[in-house]
């Protein structure tokens, strides 16, 4: 057994059980509770202790999850996508956080099974640039104050921020302090200097990089694998389906 997998198998919680082990995996039968206290589904999964940030698969790719989705946050090899840049594990706090971190994202499969859409505020855009863009959009829009906003955008395909972002011209004054929102004729005055209009600016900029990065990898997604048909507002579809009037 090696470091990795002695770490894993210290710091196993209770809604998992070793099935079976070897020098590079571990084979898990894995139950993770629901935020109720519920319990949850089962799911039988192999963990490649090989690498050092521990690579997790279904134990047979495509029976009970999708083998590849995008939108359910699978990658094209089946293994779960469980954050961006992950680091190595190291330590028995590591090995817990990534215990932690997979009963998160299971109990994200069971909502986006349920719902046909991957839990708000759980995911990051497609790719690893489009993801960054999105983490420094949303730094932007907390410090604007369009925190909420944002989120509704990503979440819902809701307000103001969802459709073409306004265009932009200087201004003399701000009176962006508490919510700002463009005019009537989708434009925005901002003052240079402000912090508020610069935070607000750079947002724009973060968010029009995330959209041309995010576009990219769909359009790439689609000529290499077809959509699994499980996210019925997936853009990996040839016509995706609003669920109850919200897209994302």
Request: with cysteine.
């Amino acid at each position: 057994m090696n470091a990795l997998a002695h770490l894993l198998t210290e710091t196993t919680p209770p809604w998992a059980r070793i099935m079976a082990l070897d020098e590079a995996c571990l084979r898990v039968e894995v139950a993770p509770p629901k935020l109720s206290g519920a319990p949850g589904d089962r799911f039988d999964l192999l963990i490649d202790t090989d690498a050092p940030e521990a690579t997790v698969f279904e134990a047979v790719v495509g029976t009970r999850l999708p083998s590849t989705c995008p939108e359910r946050h699978i990658n094209y090899d089946g293994s779960f996508c469980l954050g961006l840049r992950r680091s190595a594990i190291i330590s028995r706090e590591q090995a817990e956080t990534f215990w932690q971190t997979l009963r998160g994202y299971l109990l994200a499969q069971q909502f986006a099974e349920r719902h046909g859409r991957w839990p708000p505020g759980r995911g990051l855009s497609h790719g690893y640039e489009a993801a960054d863009c999105q983490i420094a959009a949303e730094q932007a829009a907390a410090r604007c104050g369009l925190a909420s906003d944002y989120a509704a955008a990503l979440d819902h395909q809701a307000g103001w921020l969802a459709g073409p972002l306004p265009k932009v011209y200087p201004a003399d004054s701000c009176n962006h302090a508490l919510a700002p929102e463009p005019d009537d004729s989708n434009k925005l005055g901002l003052m240079q200097g402000c912090m508020t209009c610069d935070a607000i600016a750079e947002l724009f900029q973060h968010e029009w990089a995330r959209r041309a990065a995010d576009g990219a990898f769909v359009r790439m997604a689609r000529m290499a694998r077809p959509c699994c048909g499980t996210m019925p507002n997936c853009p990996l579809r040839a016509e995706p389906q609003a669920i109850g009037g919200v897209s994302k």
